[in-house]
């Protein structure tokens, strides 16, 4: 059997990706930021040209499904209006930069994330997946986010740190992009890139050294913080069924504010004081569905071997509280692209269990949706009988 079929690219909205429900089309937010009169005209763009569903990417993108082909250029011009077109795909492509979502006013973060785009066309062309973090509040929330050149606050202070390493280069607000310009030739001169695909990760692991410069100043060893829907200072963060809303959650959802992008599948709705009632919205930090990441699945992506979603909402009662489980349609693992503790991945007789692993990870055992349903501590239990 093939294995799932690896674009090396991320569909955005010039390039957008064909899946079971129609073109995925992929928007890049500037700086996180979902003013709600943009939220508004989203979700009416994904009523009027879209199957209404809307997903939240792991990179932190508004992504509208079921686009017709023939819908396309319209749905281009609607959102090139709201200032979201890039000049053409690879502009687009090279605009990969997450931003904290619990930024504050005057602290830089959205300042360097404006440098970044303004500047593109200074950096050298990167392969598809590069993209930036800029993480710069006191302590890391995008360490488990997908990015090669991140911006943060290291142990004493700002610094700019490639993927891989424990050290960055100190540098300011006014200085962070300059290095990260750096940074990134750097990445392409040593070797980075092969074939048009390379991450910063991986050319580190080859035993390549940035810079003297870039190896001065200590990252933070401040740990990640597991994000759960909660009110927080910048106001209320919200998550969604596997990270997807009707364009109706989306539209009233711009009724209690601007909003702000997470690259967790959640939104923060700024300066919200309550968590807001409204159907479609997981609010609670104990809610089951916080257990399960699932994929689209079968039968809306192409490449699913199974449907996930069903079997994960059944699963996540189940499931002991802080459990992780990851259901993902093939052994790519678009949903979690990283370990979890627990995953299943579809194949063409069941699901393969993996423990600490990835959706392409050997399994410990193949289990069918049947025996998970009446036997879920099957999941759990550390035999790796029959
Ligand atoms: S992991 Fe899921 S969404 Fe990604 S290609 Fe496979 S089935 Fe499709």
């Avoid at 689209?296 to 189940?318: E, I, N, S, W």
Wanted: glycine letters at 12%; a neutral charge; charged letters at 15%.
């Amino acid at each position: 059997m093939s294995g799932p079929v690896v674009q090396g690219w991320c569909p955005g909205a010039l390039r957008p990706m064909l899946s079971g429900d129609g073109l995925v089309v992929r928007v890049r937010l500037h700086g996180g930021r979902l003013p709600a009169a943009m939220a508004l005209r989203i979700a009416a763009l994904s009523q009027d040209f879209g199957n209404g569903l809307i997903d939240l990417s792991a990179r932190g993108n508004v992504q509208l499904r079921g686009v017709t082909e023939a819908g396309h250029p319209a749905l281009i011009a609607g959102l090139a209006d709201l200032g979201l077109i890039d000049a053409d795909s690879q502009t687009e492509a090279m605009r990969n930069i997450q931003v904290t979502p619990f930024w504050n006013a005057g602290d830089g973060a959205q300042d360097i994330a404006a440098e970044l785009v303004a500047r593109l066309r200074d950096f050298p062309v990167l392969p598809g997946k590069f993209g930036y973090a800029v993480d710069t509040g006191a302590t890391p929330v995008l360490r488990g986010a997908a990015a090669d050149i991140r911006v943060e606050q290291g142990a004493g202070g700002l610094i700019v740190r490639a993927e891989g390493m424990r050290t960055g280069a100190a540098v300011t607000v006014g200085t962070a992009v300059d290095a990260a310009l750096d940074l990134a030739r750097w990445f392409v001169d040593a070797g980075g890139v092969t074939g048009g695909r390379g991450r910063m990760a991986a050319l580190v692991a080859r035993g390549a050294l940035p810079p003297a410069r870039f190896m001065a100043a200590p990252m933070s060893v401040a740990p990640d913080i597991l994000q759960r829907p909660r009110l927080v200072a910048q106001g209320a963060l919200v998550g969604f069924e596997f990270g997807q809303m009707r364009a109706e959650t989306l539209a009233a959802l711009a009724g209690f504010g601007d909003m702000r992008v997470t690259p967790w599948r959640m939104l923060l709705v700024e300066g919200a004081r309550a968590m807001p009632a409204l159907a479609g919205l997981v609010t609670h930090a104990d809610d089951p569905l916080l257990r399960v990441v699932a994929c689209t699945g079968a039968p809306a992506c192409l490449q699913a071997l199974a449907p996930v979603r069903d079997l994960a909402r059944a699963l996540a009662p189940k499931l002991p509280e802080g459990a992780l489980l990851h259901l993902s349609g093939c052994a790519k693992g678009c949903a979690h692209p990283s370990a979890a503790p627990l995953t299943l991945t579809a194949t063409a007789a069941g699901f393969d269990l993996v423990r600490n692993g990835t959706a392409a990870d050997v399994a410990a055992r193949s289990l069918t949706a049947d025996e998970l349903l009446a036997q879920p501590e099957l999941l759990t239990e550390t035999s790796n009988a029959p």
